[in-house]
């Protein structure tokens, strides 16, 4: 009988579908280009994003959180706010296929932070994954061999912040429902942003607040979709289908924003991208080998 986390087709058919959601917001950013400043923007986005938090408000008031807790939210929230910044500004200096391809470092990093902050093992095999991943990275940078733009270095500084972040989610997602890990996250990173927003604000357009409120449907539409072909298929199975967004976003950009195709930034994600294949299927069969959870293993 078929069970609820082993339908291969209808979770690489939901991650198909976070992929467009991811795309489409990739490219409405790109869109909004910088009429609004960057942390502005994402400021804007993750207001506009808390109207999703009302069906578990309830919920929300009903927890109380250790001081420990509030802590690892609050290092989490600013990790999290930091990122989304440079990420909205790295899509205002370099093509979609670049931001796209670099943003699969993120599991590369938590993997690296991992064996540092919580202690675990890096055996060989991942060892010479995340060396080929930050290879990947190298063939899409070229550095030396052009001139690197701030958007490809605030890019690296993004992934990085995402990884802290990813991290943290992964020592509170054990402790706590994963709908409170969610809305906290989008609390605390809405207050991380504000400062950094109001030291740049411009009034928006009313087109340009649309387009924000487009990113932010879109992206809450993104991880729900992605939580769905997570609970239908392993991440074995959906983790690799993630590549088509490099494809969509090469796509996107040539055909909407007259961005030339760099088959050293396509090569270079296939390389990350098969690193990241590959260390989530060792780590599910790590998983799947231990007959007790380990310390430090979390829900995710």
Request: net charge positive.
């Amino acid at each position: 009988m078929t069970t609820d986390a082993n339908r291969p087709v209808t979770g690489i058919l939901w991650m198909i579908v976070t992929g467009l959601c991811f795309v489409a917001v990739t490219a409405l950013v790109k869109v909004l280009g910088g009429r609004v400043p960057a942390a502005e923007s994402a400021f804007l986005r993750y207001v506009i994003g808390l109207v999703f938090l009302i069906p578990v408000w309830r919920e929300l008031m009903s927890v109380r959180l250790t001081q420990r807790q509030k802590g690892l939210f609050a290092v989490r929230g600013l990790m999290h706010a930091l990122g989304v910044i440079l990420w909205f500004y790295s899509m205002t200096r370099i093509s979609i296929a670049e931001v796209t391809a670099m943003n699969y470092l993120n599991p590369v990093y938590v993997t690296i932070l991992a064996v540092f902050v919580l202690g675990e093992k890096l055996a060989l095999r991942r060892a010479l994954a995340v060396v080929a991943a930050l290879f990947g990275a190298l063939i899409i940078l070229r550095p030396g061999f052009r001139e690197l733009d701030p958007g490809h270095i605030a890019m690296l500084a993004t992934a990085l912040f995402f990884a802290g972040s990813y991290l943290i989610a992964k020592i509170v997602s054990g402790e706590l429902p994963a709908s409170i890990v969610v809305a906290l996250l989008s609390i605390t990173v809405t207050i991380g942003l504000a400062p950094f927003a109001f030291a740049v604000w411009v009034t928006p357009s009313l087109s340009d607040l649309a387009i924000i409120a487009l990113v932010a449907c879109f992206a809450t539409a993104g991880h729900y979709t992605m939580t769905l072909a997570f609970a239908a298929a392993p991440v074995t199975v959906t983790q690799p289908v993630t590549f088509l967004q490099l494809v969509w976003s090469v796509a996107l950009g040539a055909i909407f924003f007259a961005e030339p195709i760099d088959p050293w930034v396509i090569f270079g994600g296939a390389v990350i991208m098969s690193a990241v294949a590959f260390i989530t299927w060792r780590e599910a069969v790590l998983r799947r080998a231990r007959v007790t959870p380990v310390v430090n293993e979390t829900k995710s």
